[in-house]
């Protein structure tokens, strides 16, 4: 499954493979134990798209955390996160229907210093 890692602490957005069992590898994209699920929709390319975005449910507290957010969503995220594509009818993770680089430039992802 295609998915965007987004690493506030490196600021960067990088386009990943997720095989096998997907929980495990949210896992260890984000380097956390527990995980929540943040759904949104983004005007990417000129269509809205549905993804989920997967952070480190006890993100807040970790100490010297790094921050992210896009113009199309109305809070900052705490850490790294893994973008997939969400199928509306079932619930199901799916491909992330874009890639990293029209990610960043249509949603201003900005990064937030610690």
């Known amino acids: 499954m295609k998915a965007i890692v987004i690493d506030p602490q490196k600021k960067e957005l990088r386009d990943i493979e997720i095989s096998g069992d997907k929980l495990q590898a949210y896992y260890e994209n984000i380097g956390c134990s527990t995980v929540a699920a943040v759904n949104?929709?983004?005007m990417v390319n000129g269509e809205i798209i549905h993804a989920t975005i997967w952070v480190d449910d006890e993100g807040l507290f970790v100490?010297?955390?790094s921050y992210w957010f896009s113009n199309q969503y109305p809070y900052p995220l705490a850490g790294k996160g893994v973008l997939v594509g969400f199928e509306a009818e079932t619930g199901d993770c799916i491909d992330a229907p874009v890639c990293a680089e029209d990610f960043k430039r249509d949603?201003?992802?900005t990064f937030l210093a610690q």
Do not use: K, L
């Open 40 to 42: 949104a929709q983004f």
């Open 107 to 109: 949603c201003s992802v």
């Open 63 to 65: 100490e010297d955390q």
